[in-house]
């Protein structure tokens, strides 16, 4: 059609008119008009459309991407299958580019040629993409009293503001305005699930962490419990721990297992249940309920049991079990302060002198012989 020639040379104007600074004047004031359009802002992955008048008398047209043409007219120059026309006639040219990405940013140019005078339009493409989180913490399971440190990068333009909360349990206090966040010293409080969050002007990415935080066993005290003679009974040991600890039951030096005889040991989760399905006399001593777990160990007296003779109305009672409260911080105090607590079994488990003064803090359940008291 027509001779490449002069398009290599209407390019070469429109490039020498970039360099120039593209001055704005209005039509009609000089050889050639050179407008500079608003910028477009536009966000990534979108079709932008690029359109420019055209008008009588135009000869010759063009779209160029800075020095290398995309179109001239209906003649696709550019490579890239993501640009193409749109519409090109009397009053417009236009060309789309689809899945606009950050490389297409920069200077954009309508070059004409007209019968009188060439005539460019120039507009300046910016390309926002939304944030995204690239390199975030893996869910941390920490020591108490570690020093913990959560990281979050993310990219985006504009580039993102970057945010640290704590999403569960939620804690305002405990926030950072910056991709790092700090938790010196962590206490057990300070587990849960913390969020990432990066946010510019078109979006915002979010991601959460989780962080365990462990800590050794501290098993509370019970209230009164009573076992009846001739009844089942229920001693219930509660041990707060992360990871949940294991149970080990102790009469007297002796282990005692699940399955022997009369007893059934059963452990769930933070609990352990020993069950006595028929107290009898022979179920008189000190029992002792250890809870362990890598972090360490912990027995303590746990319940009083207090004996309740078989009346009518406690023939009726099915079972007793003690129901244990305490408060966090009462667990924080004894993990820390109580010094058996790396003491092992094995101190309960030896019969000489020296254990005695572990046994004081440990727990003892004193079944009082139904017997002795119908002595009185
Ligand atoms: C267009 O964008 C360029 C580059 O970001 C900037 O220098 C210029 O000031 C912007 N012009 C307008 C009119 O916003
Ligand atoms: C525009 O030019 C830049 C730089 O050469 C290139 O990376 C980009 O892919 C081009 N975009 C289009 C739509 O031609
Ligand atoms: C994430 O950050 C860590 C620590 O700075 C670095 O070792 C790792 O290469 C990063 N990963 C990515 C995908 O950027
Ligand atoms: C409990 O043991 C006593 C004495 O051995 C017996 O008389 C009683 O029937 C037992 N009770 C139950 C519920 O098994
Ligand atoms: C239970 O322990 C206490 C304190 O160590 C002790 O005085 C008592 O004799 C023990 N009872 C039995 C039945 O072993």
């Not at 459309?49 to 800075?66: E, I, K, M, P, Y």
């Not at 009397?90 to 060309?95: K, N, S, V």
């Not at 587990?191 to 002007?201: H, L, R, S």
């Not at 009726?316 to 004894?334: I, K, R, W």
Request: proline share 4%.
């Amino acid at each position: 059609m027509k001779n490449p020639v002069y398009w290599v040379v209407l390019a070469g104007i429109s490039i020498a008119f970039i360099q120039q600074g593209l001055p704005v004047r209005s039509q009609g004031e000089s050889q050639s008009d050179n407008k500079q359009m608003d910028n477009i802002t536009i966000r990534q992955g979108e079709t932008l459309f690029l359109s420019c008048s055209q008008g009588d008398f135009v000869t010759h047209t063009a779209w160029l991407n800075r020095s290398s043409i995309l179109y001239a007219g209906e003649d696709k120059w550019s490579v890239d299958p993501r640009v193409s026309l749109v519409t090109l006639n009397q009053d417009e040219f236009t060309i789309k580019i689809e899945d606009v990405d950050l490389t297409d940013e920069g200077q954009y140019i309508c070059a004409v040629q007209t019968s009188s005078r060439p005539r460019t339009t120039s507009v300046h493409i910016i390309v926002q993409v939304p944030p995204k989180i690239l390199n975030l913490s893996k869910d941390l399971v920490v020591n108490e009293g570690s020093n913990v440190i959560l990281m979050c990068l993310a990219n985006g333009k504009p580039e993102p503001a970057i945010g640290w909360s704590m999403l569960s349990p939620s804690d305002d206090s405990l926030s950072s305005d910056s991709e790092i966040l700090e938790i010196p010293f962590i206490s057990r409080n300070r587990a849960g699930v913390y969020e990432c969050t990066a946010a510019n002007e078109i979006a915002v990415d979010t991601q959460t962490v989780e962080l365990t935080v462990n800590y050794p066993p501290s098993v509370s005290d019970g209230r009164d419990v009573g076992v009846t003679l001739g009844q089942r009974g229920v001693l219930q040991c509660e041990a707060d721990a992360v990871p949940d600890a294991d149970f080990e039951w102790y009469r007297d030096d002796r282990r005692i297992f699940n399955g022997f005889y009369g007893i059934e040991i059963e452990d769930a989760g933070a609990f352990s249940k020993l069950t006595f399905f028929n107290v009898s006399e022979a179920d008189y001593g000190n029992y002792t309920c250890v809870a362990i777990n890598k972090l360490g160990k912990h027995n303590k007296n746990f319940v009083d049991v207090e004996i309740i003779e078989p009346t009518s109305s406690t023939l009726l009672q099915v079972e007793t079990a003690s129901v244990l409260e305490m408060t966090s911080s009462d667990f924080a105090q004894t993990a820390f302060e109580n010094n058996d607590l790396l003491e092992g079994p094995g101190a309960v488990q030896d019969g000489n002198s020296g254990t005695s003064t572990v046994f004081t803090p440990t727990c003892l359940l004193l079944i009082i012989l139904l017997q002795l008291l119908l002595k009185f």
